[in-house]
């Protein structure tokens, strides 16, 4: 019965997000919501402007799906709906400056983002402790770290997801293969809400990488890359990070190995160099490679490569334990 409901979950949200991105593309031509290419800018790599809508298509997509297949609305459906509004928000706010060439504030956006963790915390989706691979009781951790280590988490996952949105089907990409690898451990684990999750958004992914494989017909923008992010790290946490031993803390890491690797570097070295963290720049992985000499296509192939290499990782990291 729940392979049937994994498989029509699947379906379910890869044709709403298929269905919902070609008249959203449409609407954003009409109201100028449109990336534009920019000559000056190593960032801007597309030639002709294109839509920013595909957000909306992800966001409707995962949770008309998400609450057709649960049939109830909890506290923690609530508290992930609420933070998946707010990041809505804040970033489509973000991608109206970008249409008109300016740069939305990262103050206000860092704040809305660790907004955007607090109701899911409070939920009760949360990293609490781990086991103790020694005497194999549990360490439950003090609240205010449990609230901290949790608001860090969704709001550093949400984060690289967002830095790795620099290149058609790159960040769709490594989302769905960091969506595969956490729906095969929530199912080997037994967690079914978090499996549920997980397959309806690597449905939606599938979906946007239709549009968004190079060239990219429409972009998801800063909504919807940190709406993805956001929902990964509930997923872990949801999943991965319950019952969790010291080894198995790293299972939900190395699902999101690519971005989350390539951002450390990215942050240390704009630290070394004394720029500001949130400042936007050409040093991630993508861009590097680009430099490099490879195409769009490779790069994206390369890294979505890494990132399988990564979850294959983190599957037989799980293994070991079971």
Known sequence: ???????????????????????????????????????????????????????????????????????????????????????????????????????????????????????????????TGFYNPFSGAYVLLPIWLQFILTILWIFGVTTVINFSDGMDGLAGGLSAISAVTLFIVALTKGQDNSAMMAIILIGVTVAYLRYNKPPAKIFMGDAGATFLGFILAVIALDGAYKQATILSLFIPILALGVPIFDNIFVVIKRMIQGKPIYQADASQAHYRLLRAGLNNKQVVMFLCLIGTCFGLSSIILLLMQV
Not at 12 to 37: E, G
Not at 66 to 76: D, H, I, Q, S
Not at 92 to 120: C, H, N
């Open 1 to 127: 019965m729940m392979v049937l409901l994994y498989v029509l979950s699947f379906f379910l949200s890869f044709l709403i997000v298929y269905f919902l991105i070609p008249p959203l593309a449409k609407w954003a031509f009409r109201l100028d919501f449109v990336d534009k290419p920019r000559h000056d800018s190593e960032r801007k790599i597309h030639r002709e402007p294109i839509p920013l809508t595909a957000s909306y298509a992800i966001f409707i997509g995962f949770f008309a799906t998400y609450l057709l297949v649960a049939r109830e609305f909890t506290l923690e459906t609530l508290a992930i709906f609420i933070g998946g509004v707010l990041l809505l928000t804040i970033g489509t706010i973000d991608d109206w400056y970008k249409t008109k060439g300016k740069e939305f504030p990262a103050l206000p956006k860092m704040i809305v983002q660790v907004s955007a963790a607090i109701p899911v915390f409070f939920s009760g989706i949360a990293f």
